[in-house]
């Protein structure tokens, strides 16, 4: 492609008389004027009348340079937006850009592109929905495919000359092509009649009408000028054609689908809906979704969507462990979250932090895009009250595996039978359902409560019991580092230390093989690699 047949003309101007080479298959302007020109009469007017759009066309997008910005014109051309604009962008670029379209934009430009990526490897082009609908073999004329197959269908490397080398060159493309399609009448979704009528748009008209009347009073001098014929410029086929159910679903997407494209900031499912796109009940301000706003899946129900722990949540738990040094299980107890996920949100915490020090990039974005769309418990603030809103059951009592049995006992009518009893009955050492639950304090408060005891006394007494178990806890840590430390001989040396342990030969158990035993592993042939083992654990010790 040649630079001359490349370059867009700045302006069309009128020929000063008719001439028969005027009638000359020039594309159709699908929109007439409105008001304020008489319609044409002859050929030569009808060529007059559409330079005269054009050039209406043209001034408009001169005076409106915001046209070029919409999201939207990626979808005419998505081939060619990525080898002149998008190839080009930055991922902070790209994920503003994914901002300013919305879920179901992003969505449609990349189905777009797909279809475009298939008919131009195809080799074919869609035809617009107005000529029937058929499927025309091979590229429309004018336009070279981004995606060309070779003889064994791989795809062929771009040439060159069709590779844009700077970010500028590439948009300056882009907004030649989308300006001869602006032009052309190509943008369906533009009222055209608005620009089409304006007369006092007709400055180019009138600066050549001047300049024809200086050109008259010098025969000698006088040129016919020749408007420049406007070409296509695309690097690809334009896919237009749809079929009846992706008519339907876009139809959907800008009807009762409306309410998606955004997120809500919180849950906004198929089930808060109705079929006419109403909502069922809609969310007061400061009042978590609840009822059917939680049911993601219409045709079910009864399942509801639970909420996760906000990032201002995660936050203040590994602050209050990790800073102010308080235990899990008070952390659970104080913020109602679980002990297992009180673990969890401290050592992501610590990968997250962790990756922040050593200068690593986290996804932002898309956390809070998921996290914009999902129910969540918020962090007691100020705004709330400091109210904390319970995340789940902390106190559930796990399932042994000795109570999974079903036993009939015979006992006496004259004593009650409490759950001390029913532990010892289901297995020896079993401790009772009151002291198996995560927490066996909550019940002994709970049952304080339930005696009278005032507030306040109860908080004393769960001082003191948290008091009392960390002090057990540090001695029997001592203890243990006191036996640990007798059964180790250390003999110093110059540069070392030499430890010894007394070991016994039946740690290593009947079969040798026992992991307590020194050197367990010496002679003992492994089966990681053998076919059919049982290589992960059966049992938790």
Request: with cysteine; glycine share 8%.
């Amino acid at each position: 492609m040649s630079d001359d047949q490349s370059r867009m003309p700045e302006r069309e101007t009128i020929p000063p008389a008719p001439s028969p080479q005027d009638h000359t298959s020039d594309a159709a302007i699908p929109h007439k004027p409105q008001g304020g020109n008489a319609p044409p009469s002859s050929p030569s007017d009808e060529k007059k009348q559409r330079i005269r759009v054009k050039n209406r066309r043209k001034m408009y997008l001169d005076t409106h340079p915001t046209y070029f910005d919409s999201p939207d014109l990626e979808i005419v051309d998505p081939l060619l937006y990525d080898r002149c604009v998008r190839r080009f962008q930055s991922t902070a670029e790209r994920e503003a850009d994914g901002r300013a379209k919305g879920y179901s934009g992003v969505l449609e430009a990349d189905l777009y592109r797909s279809e475009a990526k298939l008919a131009a490897l195809s080799g074919r082009a869609l035809s617009d929905e107005g000529e029937g609908g058929a499927e025309k073999a091979g590229p429309r004329l004018g336009e070279d495919l981004a995606y060309v197959p070779g003889p064994d269908g791989q795809v062929l490397p771009e040439d060159e000359d069709e590779i844009p080398q700077t970010k500028e060159e590439g948009m300056e493309r882009w907004r030649e092509a989308m300006t001869l399609r602006f032009l052309r009448g190509g943008d369906e979704d533009f009222e055209y009649g608005d620009v089409d009528g304006r007369d006092d748009w007709d400055v180019i008209e009138r600066e050549d009408e001047e300049e024809h009347w200086f050109e008259e009073e010098e025969p000698e001098t006088r040129t016919i000028r020749v408007a420049t014929p406007l070409r296509s410029f695309s690097a690809s086929t334009k896919n237009e054609g749809r079929t009846n159910l992706r008519r339907k679903m876009y139809a959907w997407l800008n009807g009762h689908g409306r309410v998606f494209r955004e997120p809500m900031g919180s849950a906004n499912y198929l089930g808060a809906y109705d079929n006419k796109g109403n909502r069922v009940r809609s969310v007061e301000p400061g009042k978590p979704p609840s009822g059917p706003d939680l049911s993601p899946f219409p045709k079910n129900e009864s399942f509801r969507s639970q909420p996760v722990t906000s990032e201002e949540l995660r936050e203040l738990v590994w602050e209050k462990i990790m800073k102010n040094g308080l235990s899990v299980k008070e952390v659970s107890v104080e913020l109602n979250i679980e002990m297992s996920r009180v673990g969890a949100i401290v050592r992501l915490k610590e990968v997250e932090k962790a990756w922040q020090r050593q200068g690593k990039r986290l996804a932002k974005p898309y956390s809070r895009a998921v996290m914009d769309m999902m129910p969540q418990t918020p962090c007691p603030s100020r705004e709330n009250g400091n109210k904390v809103t319970p995340h789940e059951s902390i106190n559930d009592l796990p399932v042994h595996a000795a109570t999974q049995q079903q036993i009939f006992y015979p006992t006496s009518e004259s004593r009650q039978f409490n759950r001390v009893d029913a532990a010892r009955v289901f297995a020896d050492g079993l401790l009772p359902a009151d002291l198996r639950v995560p927490h066996p304090e909550l019940i002994e408060d709970d049952r304080l409560r339930l005696q009278g005891v005032g507030q306040e006394d109860i908080a004393e007494r769960a001082a003191a019991r948290s008091k009392a178990a960390y002090e057990k806890k540090t001695a029997a840590d001592k203890i243990k580092r006191a036996r640990e430390a007798a059964a180790v001989k250390t003999v110093p040396g110059v540069r070392w230390d030499f430890k010894f342990r007394e070991i016994s030969v039946d740690a290593a158990g009947p079969t040798g093989r026992g992991k307590n035993g020194t050197g367990w592993r010496y002679g003992v042939p492994l089966y990681d690699r053998r076919r059919g083992e049982v290589k992960i654990p059966t049992k938790v010790v």
